[in-house]
């Protein structure tokens, strides 16, 4: 299989291959916020779990926000990405129009004055992470593609588990085109 010939780097995502192995990752996702020397950091987009906010922090009074699980690493910390770029104090720039975390009280207050503005943020419980070379070596073994996304997409409600993933091989086309309709057990086919 000709993988994409996309190099990893801030800003754009992996996808994972068809029939990876690691639950943590299965038909994921993962948009990367951080690449370089030290390692990599990003966000599965679309593994949304049944949890809230309010459910996971000690603050009665949060909104009901949607988490999704970002990875297996610190499954206890909270993590955000958003377009309100640097009205969010101590936010980073992951690329054009989408932005990663900042001031977590200050985005709460912006949520309480207008929880319209929901839709510009994405939730995330726990991270993924690879230490220097690792991801490498995971690309070297094809499991993961490499490919772009837009702000908006990356913004976009998890309808189920699977769709962005879907649309995202079929985006790659040819093989991978054909290879996101199969099922997720190969012998089911």
């Known amino acids: ?9 801030k800003g754009r995502i992996l996808i994972s291959e068809p029939f990876l192995g690691d639950p943590n990752f299965t038909r994921s996702v993962v948009l990367l916020v951080e690449h370089n020397s030290d390692g990599t950091i990003g966000f599965v987009l679309n593994h949304a779990i049944e ?4 459910d996971v922090a000690d603050d009665n009074e949060l909104p009901d926000i949607p988490l999704i699980k970002g990875g297996p690493v610190e499954l206890n910390t909270i993590h955000f990405i958003h377009d309100h770029g640097p009205e969010i104090e101590e936010s980073f720039e992951v690329k054009k129009g989408l932005w990663w975390g900042g001031n977590f009280e200050q985005v709460l207050e912006l949520l309480e004055e207008d929880n319209s503005k929901l839709k510009h943020f994405k939730f995330f419980i726990g991270y993924s992470g690879w230490a220097p070379g690792q991801l490498d070596g995971e690309l070297e073994d094809d499991a993961w593609m490499v490919s772009s996304i837009s702000a908006k997409e990356a ?10 993933w879907k649309r995202t091989m079929d985006r790659l086309g040819g093989e991978f085109s054909i290879l996101s309709k199969s099922p997720l057990d190969p012998t089911w086919n």
């Open 1 to 9: 299989m000709s993988i994409s010939k996309l190099q990893p780097e």
């Open 51 to 54: 949890l809230s906010l309010a």
């Open 155 to 164: 913004l976009s409600p998890v309808l189920n588990s699977q769709e962005l």
